[in-house]
C-alpha cells in the first residue's frame, strides 16, 4: 500500500498575512469526549522574561479525513498589541509555540509538541518565523547533478562537531571538495529535546533542529555544497523516536492503551531510552513518507541514510522499509517526469538509473536489503569487523578482510518493475559509532584521572594506519571518511553508555598541522585523486589474492582492480617489516607506481611471469598498467 503526503499546507504553523494557523492531527482525541486543547506562543525575545507570558488561542475541534480528529485555530500577530509595554509580541522574527491538552481523566498536559513543526526553539519548544521568506537558491543550483553511485566518496559529518553550525561547516565544503569528497552524509539534524546529542532519538522532524541554524542556513549549506561537486545525504531516523516526540508523549500522557502512531512493529533496539515507531499505522507511514519529501523538495538534499532498518524492517513486500523507499523512489521519478524544478539533479540521462541515494544502515542483512528492496547501497560492518581483527594482531582474518573489500556477495544491479537500480556497499574503517581505527594500535589516558572517556588512540603510531587506508579507499564500493580521519583524529568510543552520545568531541584540527596529521592528509588525498582518475576503481571489478603462504602469513594482502584493458593492483603490508614476494601481473608492459612514481613503476613487466615485487612495511603499492 504506498503512502500519501500530509496536507503540509494545513499541518503545524502555516503563516498568512501576519496571521498564523496551526493544525494539528490528534486521531481519538475529541471534543465530544470532553478534550480541549490549547496553543501558546511567545516572541523568542521574550519567552525567559518572567513579566511575560505566552498568548494562548483555544483550539477549534473538527473530523478530517484520513486520520479523524483534528484541531485548529488562527492567531492573528503581525502589527496586534502587546500585553505589556516591552514585549516583542506583534513584531517579525521567531515565535516558539506549545500546545496544551485538557482531559477529563488526566488534567491538564502542558508542553506538547507540535510533530509538524518546520522550525524548533530550545528543549521541547515548537517554533515559527513571523515573515518567514523562503530562500532564494543560487543559479547553479538548476544545473546540479547528484553523482552517479560508484563515483561517491562519502564524508560522514557531526555539525556539532565539525564546524560546530551550519554556518561554520558550510565553510568547510571547499576543504572537503579539495580533500577529494563528493557527498557527504550527515548525523541527524532532526530536532531532539537535549543539547548536546547525536540526534538519533529525534523529537521534531521536518526542519533543521535549533543547536545548528536556521532553515536558511541549511539551505545556503546545500546550495554550496552543490557549487563545490559535494552531494549531501542527510540520516533519517525513522524506526523509533525520542520520549518527547508529540506522539509519544500526549498519548502516553494521556494513558491511552493504544496509539495511532507508536508501538511495537519489528525490532525494539531503543526501547530503554526511545520508543518504536509502528509502519502498521497509516499515519506513520504517510508522516515519515512526507518527511522524506520535504527534505528532497525545500532542502534539495540527495538522498537519505536510513538509520537502524531492523526497527522498520518487516521485509521486502512489507509496509515498513522497503515500502518507504519504493515509494520515495516512485516520487523522484514521478516528479523527474514531470519536469519539476531541481529534481533533475536525479535524472541520470536517458536510459540511466536515477541518482537518488537511498542507503540503509541494515547491519543484519545488508546483503538482503540490497537484493529485495529500492535501496541502492547499504552500510555494512564486515569490512570494518575484520580490518579490526587484522589491525589488532590476527592475520587469519586477512582473507575475510580481502574478501569484503571486494563486496563478493553483494548485488551491483537490480531491475525491479521495470527499475533499473545500481547498487553498491559503504567502505569505512571508522564512523559515528565506533572509536578511531587508530586506537587499535595502543591507547593512552591524558586524563590526569583516567576517566576512561578521555581515552586516545597512540598518535605516534600513525603510520600503522596506512595499509588500511589504502585498501579502504581503492576497494569495491563506495569508500566512506569519518570526519577527522583524514588527519588522524585519535579518540576512543565507549561501546555502550551515555558517554558515547552527551560529550561533545569537536574535531582537533591542531591534528591537521602536526607530523600524523600531515602524512595521513597527504595520503588520503593522494589515494583519492587516484580514485578519481582510475576508472577501474571507481566502477571496475575485484580480484583477491588469497594465498596465505605467499602473502597472507606475511601480513600482506594483495588485490586487483580491472576494467577491459584497464589494470590496478593494490598490494598492503599490514605488518612490521618489508616484504618481497613474486607476482604474476595477467598483463605485459609498463606500470606505474601512483603513490610515488619514479623508480617505483615497473618497466618491461612479461605477462605471467614472475615479478618481484618490494613492499614497505605498515604502507602499501599501487601499480597501475600504462
Same mark, same amino acid.
Given at each position: ?25 490528534l ?11 490549547? =496553543? ?11 513579566? !511575560? ?9 473538527? =473530523? ?12 492573528? %500577530?503581525?502589527?496586534? &498589541?502587546?500585553? =505589556?509595554?516591552? *514585549? ?5 522574527? +521567531?515565535?516558539?509555540?506549545?500546545? $496544551?491538552?485538557?482531559? &477529563? ?12 513543526a $518546520? ?35 562519502v564524508?560522514?559529518?557531526? %555539525? ?5 553550525? /551550519? ?11 579539495? /580533500? ?12 531532539v529535546?537535549?543539547?548536546?546529542d547525536?540526534?538519533?532519538?529525534? %523529537? ?11 532553515r ?16 549531501? %545525504?542527510v ?26 502512531f ?8 531503543? *526501547?530503554?531510552?526511545?520508543? *518504536? ?20 523538495e525545500? #532542502? ?5 541514510? #536510513? ?18 523507499? #519504493? ?43 540490497? $537484493?529485495?528492496?529500492?535501496?541502492? *547501497? ?12 587484522v589491525?589488532?594482531?590476527?592475520r ?38 565506533h ?10 589516558? &591524558?586524563?590526569?584521572a ?43 568510543? &565507549?561501546?555502550?553508555?551515555?558517554g558515547? =552520545? ?5 574535531? $582537533? ?32 571489478? @575485484? ?7 605467499r @602473502? ?8 586487483? +582492480? ?42 618491461? !613487466? ?15 603499492? !599501487?601499480?597501475t598498467?600504462?
Amino acid at each position: 500500500m504506498s503512502a500519501s503526503l500530509l496536507p503540509l499546507g494545513t499541518l503545524g504553523a502555516v503563516e498568512n498575512n501576519g496571521a498564523v494557523t496551526f493544525g494539528l492531527w490528534l486521531p481519538w482525541v475529541s471534543a465530544a469526549d470532553g478534550n480541549a486543547v490549547t =496553543v501558546k506562543l511567545i516572541h523568542e525575545q521574550d519567552q525567559f522574561l518572567q513579566s !511575560i507570558a505566552p498568548r494562548e488561542f483555544s483550539m477549534t475541534h473538527s =473530523v478530517r479525513a484520513p486520520y479523524g480528529d483534528f484541531w485548529s485555530v488562527t492567531a492573528p %500577530i503581525a502589527g496586534t &498589541p502587546p500585553a =505589556v509595554a516591552g *514585549s516583542a509580541w506583534g513584531r517579525g522574527g +521567531r515565535y516558539v509555540y506549545r500546545y $496544551r491538552i485538557d482531559n &477529563p481523566n488526566v488534567g491538564s498536559l502542558d508542553w506538547i509538541g507540535d510533530p509538524c513543526a $518546520r522550525e524548533y526553539g530550545v528543549g521541547k519548544l515548537s517554533a515559527f518565523t513571523l515573515g518567514y521568506q523562503p530562500y532564494t537558491w543560487s543559479g547553479a543550483e538548476a544545473t546540479w547533478r547528484t553523482p552517479a553511485l560508484t563515483d561517491l566518496v562519502v564524508y560522514e559529518v557531526n %555539525i556539532a562537531e565539525l564546524g560546530g553550525d /551550519l554556518e561554520r561547516t558550510r565553510e568547510l565544503m571547499a576543504y572537503l571538495s579539495d /580533500l577529494g569528497v563528493n557527498a557527504i552524509e550527515l548525523m541527524p539534524l532532526s530536532n531532539v529535546a537535549a543539547s548536546v546529542d547525536w540526534g538519533y532519538l529525534p %523529537i521534531g522532524y521536518f526542519g533543521v533542529d535549533e543547536r545548528f541554524g536556521k532553515r536558511s542556513d541549511f539551505q545556503q549549506m546545500v546550495d554550496v555544497a552543490h557549487q563545490h561537486g559535494i552531494a549531501v %545525504i542527510v540520516d533519517g531516523v525513522y524506526g523509533h523516536a525520542g520520549v518527547d516526540f508529540p506522539y509519544f508523549d500526549a498519548y502516553t500522557r494521556l494513558r491511552y492503551h493504544e496509539n495511532p502512531f507508536m508501538g511495537p512493529f519489528a525490532k525494539d533496539y531503543f *526501547s530503554s531510552f526511545g520508543k *518504536s515507531t509502528d509502519f502498521a499505522r497509516p499515519l506513520t507511514r504517510d508522516y515519515f513518507f512526507s518527511v522524506n519529501h520535504h527534505w528532497l523538495e525545500v #532542502y534539495h538534499v540527495d538522498g537519505f541514510r #536510513y538509520d537502524c532498518v531492523p526497527n522498520y524492517w518487516d521485509g521486502p513486500l512489507g509496509v515498513g522499509y522497503a515500502s518507504l523507499v #519504493y515509494d520515495t523512489y516512485q516520487l523522484a521519478k514521478s516528479r523527474i517526469a514531470a519536469g519539476q524544478p531541481f529534481w533533475s539533479r536525479f535524472d541520470g540521462g536517458p536510459g540511466a538509473p536515477i541518482r537518488l541515494i537511498q542507503c540503509a544502515e541494515q547491519l543484519e542483512g545488508p546483503e538482503e536489503v540490497l $537484493r529485495s528492496t529500492y535501496s541502492n *547501497s547499504t552500510w555494512q560492518n564486515h569490512t570494518f569487523d575484520a580490518a579490526k581483527s587484522v589491525a589488532r594482531g590476527d592475520r587469519g582474518r586477512l582473507a575475510d578482510w580481502g574478501l569484503s573489500l571486494g563486496l563478493f556477495g553483494y548485488p551491483e544491479q537490480e531491475t525491479t518493475n521495470g527499475d533499473v537500480i545500481p547498487k553498491t556497499a559503504l567502505q569505512y574503517l571508522e564512523n559515528h559509532d565506533h572509536e578511531r581505527f587508530i586506537c587499535n594500535f595502543g591507547l593512552t589516558n &591524558p586524563d590526569e584521572a583516567g576517566n576512561p572517556l578521555f581515552l586516545e588512540g597512540n598518535r605516534e603510531r600513525w603510520y600503522m594506519v596506512q595499509p588500511y587506508l589504502i585498501a579502504t579507499l581503492m576497494s569495491k564500493g563506495i569508500p566512506l571518511l569519518w570526519q577527522g580521519e583524514e588527519f588522524g583524529e585519535n579518540y576512543f568510543l &565507549p561501546d555502550f553508555g551515555a558517554g558515547r =552520545v552527551a560529550l561533545l568531541r569537536p574535531l $582537533r584540527w591542531d591534528f591537521f598541522y602536526d607530523t600524523p596529521g600531515q602524512q595521513l592528509i597527504t595520503l588520503v588525498r593522494k589515494l583519492l585523486r587516484i580514485r578519481a582518475r582510475r576508472p577501474q576503481i571507481r566502477r571496475g571489478a @575485484y580480484f583477491f589474492f588469497n594465498d596465505w603462504e605467499r @602473502y597472507l602469513a606475511r601480513g600482506l594482502m594483495l588485490f586487483a +582492480r580491472y576494467e577491459d584493458a584497464r589494470y590496478t593492483l593494490v598490494a598492503v603490508n599490514t605488518g612490521d617489516t618489508d616484504q618481497t614476494v613474486p607476482f604474476w601481473f595477467p598483463l605485459g608492459g609498463d606500470y606505474v607506481e601512483e603513490l610515488h612514481g619514479g623508480d617505483l613503476g615497473l618497466k618491461g !613487466i612479461a605477462a605471467l611471469r614472475p615479478t618481484l615485487l618490494t613492499i614497505p612495511s605498515h604502507y602499501g603499492r !599501487i601499480w597501475t598498467a600504462l
